[in-house]
């Protein structure tokens, strides 16, 4: 069976047709597309594609990495990519879980041309090769301005960038306004954010979780 039969799960009809295209010029098989990861697992266990390319958000229901692990208890050796406009999986969702061994993880923004995609595919397929050979290769890690923080610091950045106030957010994660204070300190110092008195510290954290996550700031 080709090593390159790729399975594309993306819930945007236009994304998901561009890249299906892009990857057939450049010589992939495109056995299945999917916009649902319950659809992309019955797709999964009849076609078996070598490599799974997947969208992180795929609206309501399973995430992009729940439907990855998914994947692999169908086939234990099939490559994972995400491509997603969030430079880091965990600005999804709290408690998202840790992205399979191997997974290979673009970012939509910081893509050029589809050769890094199909760079991504090739090296995925080489990742599925040695978990068929019981090796463990090594977990691709986002490698951008948000893989600094840890997952405290991510979650109260989500929160600032939905306007609560450190009260509020010390009421829902039951702790005190100083231990907020602090955290929101910490960020600001991990990410090297400019101290402005003129600028408001929380916009422009908001701005920068908005940038993050590669969707554009409410108004």
Known sequence: MPENRIIVVEDDTFTRSTVCAALKLHGFV??????????????????????????????KGPTGVDLAHGLRKIKHDI?????????????L???????????????????????TVTRAIRKAQRVGQELNRTSTPARSIPGNQSSILSSVQIETLRLVSEGLTNSEIAKLRDISEKSVEQTINRIVKALELPKNPSHNQRVHLARVFFRMSGAPPSE
Do not use: H
């Open 93 to 115: 969702r709290q408690n998202l879980p840790a992205l399979p061994l191997g997974s290979q993880y673009l970012v939509k923004k910081s893509i050029t041309d589809i050769l």
């Open 30 to 59: 495109v056995v299945a597309e999917s916009e649902s990861a319950s659809a992309a697992l019955e797709l999964t266990s009849k076609l078996l594609p070598s490599v799974a390319l997947l969208d992180l958000d795929l609206g």
């Open 79 to 91: 490559g994972i990519v995400f491509l997603t406009s969030y430079d880091d999986p965990r600005l």
